[in-house]
């Protein structure tokens, strides 16, 4: 599976934006999609993410309630898109993309068990 995350950007702390992420390859075996940012100076954390059959969704605590997460596809892409409303100064971070396959396992708040990565989007919330 590739990936490509776009969407990225510079906005002011309470606005928004919305990220993408476009998979291609063989998608018919991503067993779940999600959502990790890094700070600058941390670790690379969890954001969001889906189960693909189902639809369940996680969401860190820190963006429960601002950051919605919904699916899409097309005959040959299938599309992650994150909301982020309410935007805080603490959310600025690259964004990654990422999705796993069944033999990753399900700890879907695990950078650990997404196989495939994309390149990574800039969020800059100014105060």
């Known amino acids: 599976v590739q990936l490509q995350a776009y969407g990225g950007g510079l906005v002011q702390a309470g606005g928004s934006l919305r990220l993408s992420c476009a998979a291609s390859?063989?998608?018919?075996?991503?067993?779940?999609m999600g959502w990790f940012r890094r700070a600058p100076g941390k670790e690379r954390e969890f954001v969001a993410a889906?189960?693909?059959?189902?639809?369940?969704?996680?969401?860190a605590d820190s963006v429960k309630g601002r950051f919605t997460l919904s699916r899409d596809n097309d005959q040959n892409t299938v599309y992650l898109q994150l909301q982020m409303n309410s935007l805080k100064p603490e959310d600025t971070a690259v964004y990654y993309c990422?999705?796993?396959?069944?033999?990753?396992?399900?700890?879907?708040?695990?950078?650990?068990?997404?196989?495939?990565w994309g390149q990574g989007t800039q969020v800059t919330v100014s105060s």
């Open positions: 390859g063989r998608t018919s075996r991503i067993y779940k």
């Open positions: 990422a999705s796993g396959v069944p033999e990753y396992g399900s700890a879907w708040y695990r950078a650990g068990s997404y196989d495939s």
């Open positions: 889906i189960m693909w059959s189902g639809s369940q969704t996680y969401y």
